[in-house]
């Protein structure tokens, strides 16, 4: 399925010998266009995993509400507003009116020239010849082509005129219903150990949430931002010729791309840091924000791979093709027989394993831990290795239960318990009586002196057993 992504029907001959580049963004951009439902309703589920956004925020966002902007209840802001629409009227194709692919290619004239000319000081802050932004704004508006590099226009004539583009605009080029979310992200921060939050922003979050919040702006608005953004970038990176960094142009662009239309300072006092930092931050990682985040990347394409109802004909002929067909149960086929053979080489291992524990055991020499661990094999016949055949344990011996078998034990015992009691028994130097001590001085052996102790413990029991005898003659005399 991977290989899908890596080409794209082209049916223009003269662009087929063209090499082509691969977009990780393809299904992303296919779901957005064909199923943009789908695609907000995933995004949007995302940036809430983010950030906290109430009811009325949330529903603003899904386009669900109209925005609820600050100052916005005035009525001299009302007025404003119905003023500004009113001039809109009567501006051209280009300069107050909605966003579109026709302007945006007007506007990229002036963006184009500007990456030309990064050196000018003060660019974007030191304003141009009105009367040669007032030309230039003509000639935008009608549509002719213009030659910017004639040296008749200075870069703060073009540079002013991009900034005039932007505050004309219907709404901020960044719009109304993301205005609760872009401060919602500037309030990201890192928590320390205990759970605080500091005032360290987080950017890595803030940098994911604003990919998100960007992939669900309307086309035009995305094109321009990534070309403003870029623009804004490279200026910043040579703010040792121009003396603008990125916080100076965040000061110049924040009211025409985030600031809600009509608001004056006073309205946004309470907000005016966190939105000039929220664009100072959007030009430093311009380079990252326009990429979507692997996740979505992965349930776009899974969408369409993952689902045969889902794909259409522009998908390539490959997913009709006769072999592609059997792609999904061959691969399923696939993954299962490396799980056999994984399984297979793990038991083998494993059995090796037991085969050398199980000779290691074998070999070591007689004691008491060899018997325990022979007894634990037999215990687990199933862990020896095929064609190892477990000893059997040896059988218990059964012990009688009856009176006469108790008295046996207790007073005559047995001669071969006694010999191997005797056999094993090695007396302490410290426990030695006076008879052991004959015994040894006579026979001079460890043989010779189990043999006299045997004899002696044997005349014991003779002498036990008459007494015994004698013992129950007597009672039986004296019951009579």
């Not at 149960?329 to 494993?350: A, F, M, V």
């Not at 007894?375 to 016949?381: A, G, I, V």
């Not at 199933?382 to 059997?392: D, E, I, M, N, R």
């Not at 001669?415 to 056999?423: A, F, G, H, Q």
Request: aromatic share 6%; glycine share 4%; proline share 6%.
């Amino acid at each position: 399925s991977d290989a899908i992504c890596n080409f794209v029907i082209c049916n223009d001959s003269s662009l087929r010998s063209q090499p082509i580049i691969f977009n990780p963004d393809f299904f992303v951009e296919k779901l957005r266009h064909e199923k943009p439902e789908v695609f907000t309703e995933l995004v949007v589920s995302n940036i809430t995993r983010l950030i906290d956004l109430p009811g009325a925020e949330l529903a603003q966002l899904m386009g669900e509400e109209d925005p609820k902007l600050p100052g916005a209840n005035s009525t001299a802001s009302g007025f404003f507003r119905s003023l500004m629409s009113l001039k809109r009227k009567e501006k051209g194709v280009v300069f107050g009116s909605p966003l579109t692919e026709e302007g945006i290619a007007q506007v990229s004239q002036l963006i184009e020239y500007l990456h030309k000319n990064l050196r000018a000081e003060g660019l974007f802050r030191v304003p141009g010849n009105s009367i040669r932004q007032q030309i230039l704004k003509d000639a935008l508006n009608s549509g002719t082509d213009i030659d910017l590099d004639s040296g008749e226009f200075h870069s703060n004539d073009v540079a002013t005129l991009l900034k005039m583009f932007l505050g004309e605009l219907p709404e901020p080029l960044l719009t109304h219903k993301h205005f609760h979310a872009h401060l919602k992200i500037a309030d990201l921060m890192l928590f320390d150990e205990k759970g605080n939050k500091t005032s360290t922003p987080d950017k890595e979050r803030q940098i994911e949430a604003l990919q998100l919040l960007f992939l669900i702006l309307p086309a035009p608005n995305r094109s321009l931002l990534k070309l403003l953004l870029d623009l804004l970038y490279q200026t910043a990176k040579k703010q040792d010729k121009n003396k603008m960094s990125a916080h100076n142009l965040a000061l110049m662009f924040a009211p025409h791309i985030l600031w809600p239309r009509n608001v004056t300072a006073n309205d946004l006092q309470e907000n005016i840091t966190k939105l000039n930092n929220g664009v100072t931050f959007m030009i430093k990682h311009s380079q990252k924000l326009f990429k979507a985040p692997a996740y979505i990347r992965e349930c776009a394409r899974l969408h369409y791979l993952g689902s045969r109802a889902h794909t259409s004909k522009d998908d390539l002929d490959l997913l009709t093709s006769p072999g592609s067909k059997e792609l999904q149960p061959l691969k399923s086929q696939k993954r299962s027989r490396l799980d056999t053979c994984h399984q297979e080489e793990t038991q083998q291992r494993t059995e090796e394993a037991l085969k050398e524990l199980f000779r290691h055991v074998h070999n070591m020499p007689d004691s008491a831990k060899k018997k325990q661990l022979i007894r634990q094999f037999n215990k687990h016949p199933t862990a020896l290795t095929p064609g190892s055949v477990p000893t059997s344990p040896a059988p218990r011996r059964t012990r009688s239960r009856s009176f006469s078998g108790l008295i046996k034990r207790k007073v005559l015992g047995t001669p071969v318990i006694l010999e191997r009691k005797s056999r094993d028994a090695t007396p302490e130097p410290e426990r030695v009586s006076k008879e052991n001590v004959h015994l040894l001085q006579k026979c001079g052996s460890p043989a010779h002196m189990s043999q006299a102790k045997l004899k002696s413990l044997e005349g014991r029991k003779e002498e036990s057993c008459r007494r015994m005898r004698a013992h129950l003659l007597s009672k039986d005399s004296s019951s009579l």
